[in-house]
């Protein structure tokens, strides 16, 4: 079974910056995902990359502050989150790509923007 | 700005048989749009159930299926159990950038 294992997020204030990691425990995976849920509300797609690594796409609402990547290795994938503001404050989670979908997803890390 | 839209909760009974929808504001829900189907139970992560329609994952058991149904994507779940209880939300890819998910079924089995 594959794991995917975010790093621990954190509280930052309103204009701050965190970057959140996610280690995959297996092979690379192709395209991967960013994903959010604010507490006791949905979800909330946030960001593709392709295996490229160069390939890119975002959500409206995070373009231009947010910006996803992925180690050489492709087993890390990152979420630099900058500007950040009190509706980002979510539970953010990583996950694989499986044709359109979601395959495998990580236990999420809990993002707090507050001053 | 596509709106994707879900029942808001539903009710089934132990063995019962459910079908949760998932519509589009922009118009019929077809494979285009690529349909899948996310279980979250309470305090945990998503699962992910279907995808593209009515494909099923290594791990979804075989009493959920997914389908098109009256313009909608379906997810019927046949013979629930107490386990089944959860938020189940809708998923639909209108481009690889425009990825919407729906505001959630919260599904209880009673």
């Known amino acids: 079974q594959v794991q995917l294992v975010e790093s621990r997020g954190g509280v930052v204030q309103p204009q701050g910056s965190l970057r959140l990691s996610c280690t995959a425990s297996a092979f690379a995976f192709s395209n991967m995902h960013w994903v959010r849920q604010a507490p006791g509300k949905g979800l909330e797609w946030l960001a593709i990359i392709g295996s490229d690594r160069t390939t890119k796409f975002y959500a409206d609402s995070v373009k231009g502050r947010f910006t996803i990547s992925r180690d050489s290795s492709d087993n890390t994938l990152f979420l630099q989150m900058n500007s950040l503001r009190l509706e980002d404050t979510a539970v953010y989670y990583c996950?694989?790509?499986?044709?359109?979908?979601?395959?495998?997803w990580g236990q999420g890390t809990l993002v707090t923007v507050s001053s | 700005q596509a709106v994707v839209t879900q029942e808001p909760s539903l009710t089934v009974s132990p063995g019962g048989t459910v079908t949760l929808t998932c519509g589009s504001s922009?118009?019929?829900?077809?494979?285009?749009?690529?349909p899948s189907w996310i279980q979250q139970r309470p305090g945990q992560a998503p699962t992910t159930l279907i995808y593209?329609?009515?494909n099923k994952l290594s791990w979804t058991p075989g009493r959920f299926s997914g389908s098109l149904l009256g313009g909608k994507a379906a997810l019927t779940l046949s013979g629930a159990q107490a386990g089944d209880e959860a938020v189940y939300y809708c998923?639909?890819?209108?481009?690889?950038?425009?990825?919407?998910f729906g505001g959630g079924t919260r599904l209880t089995v009673l």
């Open positions: 593209d329609t009515d």
């Open positions: 996950a694989t790509d499986k044709e359109w979908a979601f395959e495998y």
């Open positions: 922009l118009g019929p829900v077809t494979s285009g749009l690529h």
């Open positions: 998923l639909l890819s209108y481009s690889v950038d425009r990825r919407v």
